[in-house]
């Protein structure tokens, strides 16, 4: 959503004005990371909200079987490009020799700076075959396989991790202390448990001080919607880093001006109406590059109405692309009617 102005010119004590971190050997301009969405975050996505001030991008989780068997789509996955710089491919399995093939594979085929394992994802799909958030059940599992991946990776790799499976096995201490001792470059930490999916508050005051007991930087993700909410998130922690994943669809602004808080500098006015048809039309039409007319407006049914969130009266016009949009053609339609509207 949108944010509003704010004056704000003070600079937040503690964090630097011009921010050059390292994770691992790769060089990190800035604080905010664009989290993995599956479905989201094509190259495209991620080529688009780079201009906003985006420092590090992942791609979305990408499964090792998947490229080990060579199934075909998987490329898309991938895919990186010059600007998609610096970029973390993500990856999920559960076999470390399975994966260390498909790191093998990615080494070969993918240009990309970072190697992220996906120990956080919740879905039956992924959990069933021991992938994603199954390996918080079991730390000792999961160092051995974290240390098998950073053995066999010849770039930095890093982990997105949960609070835990459920109430009851609350353990990112320990586990986070598994992956400095496995060789984790960087930890990323989505502060709810499996067992709360994406609903429910995300809970950073749990890992108050975290990220100033890490040997390596720390990432934290959950609830970013307001720079002031990032900028808090990463105060409570101590966290280096704040991931930006679902309050960013359709609002890049939020990147640019939580960058802008951090820095001390005044908030960018909320994007006008004409403004977001225009991120709109120029996401729109990267993704129709990238994946042909027809699989991209399928995934824009789900994007585009997100530009429209923070106008009231325009609930007609988010359904309309969600339900009604099915070619450039409409799509074009549907945004130039809103452009003529935002000038009335
Ligand atoms: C549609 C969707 C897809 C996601 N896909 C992935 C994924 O592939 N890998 C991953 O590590 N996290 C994934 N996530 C989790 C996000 O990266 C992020 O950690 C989570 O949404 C919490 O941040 P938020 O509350 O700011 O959205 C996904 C989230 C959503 C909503």
Redesign the pocket.
Known sequence: MPQRKGKRNRRPSGLLFFYMGKIGNVEINGHVLL???????SLAYREFMKGYGVALS????ISDCALVYQNKRTDEYFRTSSSDRPVAL?L?GSNPEISAKAVAILEEKADYDIL?L?F??PVHKVTKTGA?STFLKDPNRLYQYARAIVASSHKPVSA?IRLGYDEAHINFREVSSLLVEAGISLI?I???TTSQL?AGE?RHFLLAGLGKELKVPLAI?????TPEQAKAAMETTGASYV??????VGNPLLISNIERLLDGKELLPAASLNEQVAFAEDFASRLIAEKGERAAVNELRGILPHFFKGFPGYKKVRNELATEMDSRESMTKILSRVKERGRL
């Open positions: 989290g993995p969405m599956a479905g989201i975050t992942f791609s979305e989780m993500q999920f992220d996906n956080g994802c994603g997105k990323t989505h502060s709810r994406y995300a993700s959950g609830d970013i919607y991931m930006v994943a679902r309050g960013g």
